[in-house]
T-cell receptor, first 111, second 115 residues
Framework: DAKTTQPPSMDCAEGRAANLPCNHS???????VYWYRQIHSQGPQYIIH???NNETNEMASLIITEDRKSSTLILPHATLRDTAVYYC????????????FGDGTTLTVKP | GAVVSQHPSWVICKSGTSVKIECRSL??????MFWYRQFPKQSLMLMAT?????????EQGVEKDKFLINHASLTLSTLTVTSAHPEDSSFYIC???????????FGPGTRLTVT
C-alpha cells in the first residue's frame, strides 16, 4: 500500500469548513483513498473513499487531484463532535480490510 | 451500517493471568476479522488477520503463542492475551470484513490494563 503524509494537527472554528490534506504521491492506479477518523478512546469510523472522482456523502466530501497524488477531506460545517484523529489510507481494493494506519491528523474544532 | 461489537469494553487483570476479548459482527457475516493494538498517543498497529475456520496470520513481531486468536464462526473472533504483563496494557481494536463487502467495520475497542 502507498505511503501517506498528513499534517500532525489542525484547528478549525466550529461551523466552518475543515479541510484536511493528504499526500500520497506514490499511489498506484488500482489504489483507493480512504478516510477514517478516531474519536478519543473509540474504534475508527469510516468516513469516505474514492478512486479518482470527487466523492460526497452525508459526512464529508473527498477531493482527489487529477494526478491522484494528493487529496483533501472536507467537513463542510465542523462541530465540536468532529474533534478526532483523521487517517488517510491508500490501499488496493483487493486489500480490503488490511488498512495500514499512519499517524493521522489531529483535528481540534474550537468554539 | 454494519455493526461490530467488542466485549469487554475495558478489563483490568493481574500480571500472569490470561484475558479473552470477543469481537462480534452483529448484523453481517464476517469471513475475515482483524486485530489491532494501539498504545497511547500512537496509531493503530495490525496484529493479525483471522479467517473463519483457519489459523490466524500474524504480523511480524507479534507472538502467536501469546496472542491466541480463534475465529470459530462467521460472527465471532476472540483474542486471548496469555500470561499478560504490564507491557501488554493497550487498546485492542478488532475490525470485520463482511462476505461480499469490501469495507472493514471497526469495533469500539477494549482497554486492557495489566497490573
Amino acid at each position: 500500500d502507498a505511503k501517506t503524509t498528513q499534517p500532525p494537527s489542525m484547528d478549525c472554528a466550529e461551523g466552518r469548513a475543515a479541510n484536511l490534506p493528504c499526500n500520497h504521491s506514490t499511489i498506484s492506479g488500482n489504489e483507493y483513498v480512504y478516510w477514517y477518523r478516531q474519536i478519543h478512546s473509540q474504534g475508527p469510523q469510516y468516513i469516505i473513499h474514492g478512486l479518482k472522482n470527487n466523492e460526497t456523502n452525508e459526512m464529508a466530501s473527498l477531493i482527489i487531484t487529477e494526478d491522484r497524488k494528493s487529496s483533501t477531506l472536507i467537513l463542510p460545517h465542523a462541530t465540536l463532535r468532529d474533534t478526532a484523529v483523521y487517517y488517510c489510507i491508500v490501499r488496493a481494493w483487493a486489500n480490503a480490510g488490511k488498512s495500514t494506519f499512519g499517524d493521522g491528523t489531529t483535528l481540534t474544532v474550537k468554539p | 451500517g454494519a455493526v461490530v461489537s467488542q466485549h469487554p469494553s475495558w478489563v483490568i487483570c493481574k500480571s500472569g493471568t490470561s484475558v479473552k476479548i470477543e469481537c462480534r459482527s452483529l448484523d453481517f457475516q464476517a469471513t475475515t476479522m482483524f486485530w489491532y493494538r494501539q498504545f497511547p498517543k500512537q496509531s493503530l498497529m495490525l496484529m493479525a488477520t483471522s479467517n473463519e475456520g483457519s489459523k490466524a496470520t500474524y504480523e511480524q513481531g507479534v507472538e502467536k503463542d501469546k496472542f491466541l486468536i480463534n475465529h470459530a464462526s462467521l460472527t465471532l473472533s476472540t483474542l486471548t492475551v496469555t500470561s499478560a504483563h504490564p507491557e501488554d496494557s493497550s487498546f485492542y481494536i478488532c475490525s470485520a470484513l463482511g462476505t461480499g463487502l469490501n469495507e472493514q467495520y471497526f469495533g469500539p475497542g477494549t482497554r486492557l490494563t495489566v497490573t
